[in-house]
C-alpha cells in the first residue's frame, strides 16, 4: 500500500525521536515535527511552543477557511 503524504508525515513523526534543545537555534516552523499545517486556528500542535516561539507564530491571525476535523455538522446516525 502506497501511503499519501500527510500519511507519511505522520508515521515519521511517530518513528523519530524528538528532542528540543532550547539551545540551539529554533527551527522554521514547517520544519518543526511539530507543525501542523490544517489546523484552523493554530500552526501547531502544542498551544505553546516548545521551542519558545511568541504567540503571534503559532495562533493564525485569520483562521483557515476550512478545517480538516471539523466535518461540517454534527453526528449522522
Excluded: I, W
Amino acid at each position: 500500500m502506497r501511503e499519501k503524504g500527510e500519511q507519511r508525515h505522520f508515521r515519521r513523526l511517530l518513528e523519530g525521536q524528538v528532542v528540543v534543545d532550547r539551545n540551539k537555534a529554533v527551527p522554521r516552523c514547517k520544519r518543526c515535527p511539530y507543525y501542523h499545517p490544517e489546523f484552523k486556528y493554530r500552526r501547531c500542535l502544542y498551544a505553546t511552543c516548545p521551542y519558545g516561539k511568541s504567540d503571534s507564530e503559532v495562533f493564525r491571525k485569520h483562521p483557515l477557511k476550512a478545517d480538516k476535523y471539523s466535518g461540517g455538522g454534527g453526528m449522522s446516525v
